[in-house]
């Protein structure tokens, strides 16, 4: 069956640190990959998107992710984060046979300490 | 990208009862999709919502407890009815941009509580 797994549900990083989140996808075929924020009470902010090309993608605040195929992953990173990262986090994908629908993984919840 | 209205952004409503919700995206779009978020969870898809047809709906989410409409390629609504408690949940519409770069756009939710 299709699936989109993200590990950590919880992550706790320090502000200035770096953060990885991660997200493993089971598909036949490469799926477009998405990753979305979503900050208390609001909706979701498109991070970034792959759909093919250059397997290292930037995104905006400062966010990248690297598709790997061999791994099956689109793990997010980010050098350096600010308080205001502090948010939920979601990887999705979307295969051509889906009609156009997005799978989420079940979020990765990050934390930003002093 | 395409900018989504949502409203209401939060309701707090009787048993029993339905509320619509309304997203109304600046410009035109070929697929619209309601999804609901339940307290801690992840988006789980509760249908897509067709222009000018009747919606089409994920398993365990049937037309009589959430009717759809989408009389044209901006406007979409949903209905929650006969609410219960367990229906307490935010609802989001998202619209996937017919431009190939583009991803998909989310409203601001609905934040539901149903007493």
């Known amino acids: 069956a299709q699936s989109v797994t993200q590990p950590d549900i919880h992550i706790t990083v320090s502000e200035g640190a770096s953060l990885e989140l991660r997200c493993n996808y089971s598909y036949g075929a490469t799926p477009y990959l998405f990753w979305y924020v979503q900050s208390p009470g609001q909706g979701l902010q498109l991070l970034l998107k792959?759909?093919?090309?250059?397997?290292l993608v930037q995104g905006i605040k400062g966010f990248e992710a690297e598709f790997k195929r061999s791994q099956s992953s689109f793990n997010l990173r980010k050098p350096s984060v600010h308080w205001s990262d502090a948010a939920e986090y979601f990887c999705a994908v979307m295969t051509t046979d889906s009609w156009g629908k997005l799978q989420f993984g079940a979020g990765t919840q990050v934390v930003v300490t002093p | 990208s395409a900018v989504i209205s949502q409203k209401p952004s939060r309701d707090i409503c009787q048993r029993g009862t339905s509320l619509t919700i309304q997203c109304q995206v600046d410009s035109q779009v070929t697929m619209m999709f309601w999804y609901r978020q339940q307290p801690g969870q992840s988006l789980t898809l509760i249908a897509t919502?067709?222009?000018?047809?009747?919606?089409?709906?994920e398993s365990g989410f049937v037309i009589d407890k959430f009717p759809i409409s989408r009389p044209n390629l901006t406007f979409s609504t949903l209905t929650v009815s006969n609410m219960s408690p367990e229906d307490s949940s935010i609802y989001l519409c998202s619209a996937r941009e017919d431009r190939a770069n583009y991803g998909y756009t989310f409203g601001s939710g609905t934040r539901l509580t149903v007493v």
């Open positions: 919502a067709n222009q000018g047809s009747e919606a089409t709906y």
């Open positions: 792959y759909f093919s090309g250059d397997t």
